[in-house]
Nanobody
Framework: QVQLVQSGGGLVQAGGSLRLSCVAS????????MGWYRQAPGKQREMVAI???????NYANFVKGRFTISRENAKNTVYLNMTSVTPDDTGVYYCHANVAVYYYGSASVDVQDLWGQGTQVSVSS
């Protein structure tokens, strides 16, 4: 009913910048928090940044001052601007959204945690 589609990512040199985007589409009643998570090889998925529907951001300590999360509610889109990247930022980045999905048949709403398809970010030294 609702899907998250990511774009951006790729290969960048250390110290460089990158921008990720994620668009939610489908039968959306409302979107609560949106955010970005990442998973490095052999490690667990970890939170990078989250932004509320009221545009209040929260960041993991390891990206504070380097990454910026933003959101356009009218476009159901969340962004992650990554600057001063290091090889430690390498991993698969996933978009997440807490979405109230509307079901027309039953005229009901169900809140779901949804994930994007993931995008590889590779930082070379």
């Amino acid at each position: 009913q609702v899907q998250l589609v990511q774009s951006g990512g790729g290969l960048v040199q250390a110290g460089g910048s990158l921008r990720l985007s994620c668009v939610a589409s489908g039968s959306i009643y409302a979107i609560n928090d949106m955010g970005w998570y990442r998973q490095a090889p052999g490690k667990q998925r970890e939170m990078v940044a989250i932004i509320s529907s009221g545009l209040n951001p929260n960041y993991a300590n390891f990206v504070k001052g380097r990454f910026t999360i933003s959101r356009e509610n009218a476009k159901n889109t969340v962004y992650l601007n990554m600057t001063s990247v290091t090889p430690d930022d390498t991993g698969v980045y996933y978009c997440h959204a807490n979405v109230a999905v509307y079901y027309y048949g039953s005229a009901s709403v169900d809140v779901q945690d949804l994930w994007g398809q993931g995008t590889q970010v590779s930082v070379s030294s």
